[in-house]
């Protein structure tokens, strides 16, 4: 089936490490996207990316940092430069320029200990 | 820019009642409307959306929408609502002929149902 996978679900971190989250697509979409999720807020773009080896700042790219190697993958990494990166992270793709509707991961819980 | 509201951050509601959830938005050109919803540490998965045409939307799950271009709204309906509704449920704008996913959400309105 496709979909799109974040790994791991849960992970935990020091502050003042670096960590990456995974994001991998099969549903051969061109634009993905990195969202962050705190409680009772709404949901704020990080980076996005439109094809491969290209991608923008979005509201909140502070501490954040991306590659777009692939079209099947856009990692996401929190570095230690990230004030406060506790949150839920979520990953989406959308077919195209003109697509109506974007499809989620499951999402990654990041908690710094 | 355009900005959505959630005119409701909780509600509550009895199982089998009717439930609406608000939403209006803001934006100065013409904008594609969506309802997500997410369960507990989930992602958001695609209820209804609206790109034109009739002003009715309906989704899955039984619920439905209705665009209202005059009062910029896109409430969210639902006759008779499930203890499994139970949710967080966002609406969303994006302006048409860009990337669906750089969209603008609300801050969400969590629907608990009760037995």
């Known amino acids: 089936d496709g979909g799109i996978t974040q790994s791991p679900k849960y992970l935990f971190r020091k502050e003042g490490q670096n960590v990456t989250l995974s994001c991998e697509q099969n549903l051969n979409h061109d634009a993905m996207y990195w969202y962050r999720q705190d409680p009772g807020q709404g949901l704020r773009l990080i980076y996005y990316?439109?094809?491969?080896?290209?991608?923008q700042k979005g509201d909140i790219a502070e501490g954040y940092s991306v590659s777009r190697e692939k079209k099947e993958s856009f990692p996401l990494t929190v570095t230690s430069a990230q004030k406060n990166p506790t949150a839920f992270y979520l990953c989406?793709?959308?077919?195209?320029?003109?697509?109506?509707?974007?499809?989620f991961g499951q999402g990654t819980r990041l908690t710094v200990v | 820019a355009q900005s959505v509201t959630q005119l409701d951050s909780q509600v509550p509601v009895f199982e089998e009642a009717p439930v609406e959830l608000r939403c209006n938005y803001s934006s100065s050109v013409s904008v594609y409307l969506f309802w997500y919803v997410q369960y507990p540490n989930q992602g958001l998965q695609l209820l209804l959306k609206y790109l034109s045409g009739s002003t009715l939307v309906k989704g899955i799950n039984g619920f439905e929408a209705e665009f209202n271009k005059s009062q910029t709204s896109f409430h969210l309906r639902k006759p008779s609502v499930h203890i499994s509704d139970t949710a967080e449920y966002f609406c969303?704008?994006?302006?048409?002929?860009?990337?669906?996913?750089?969209?603008?959400f609300g801050d969400g309105t969590t629907l608990t149902v009760k037995p």
């Open positions: 969303a704008v994006s302006v048409p002929y860009t990337n669906a996913g750089k969209s603008t």
């Open positions: 989406a793709s959308t077919q195209g320029q003109q697509d109506t509707e974007a499809f």
């Open positions: 990316s439109q094809i491969v080896n290209d991608f």
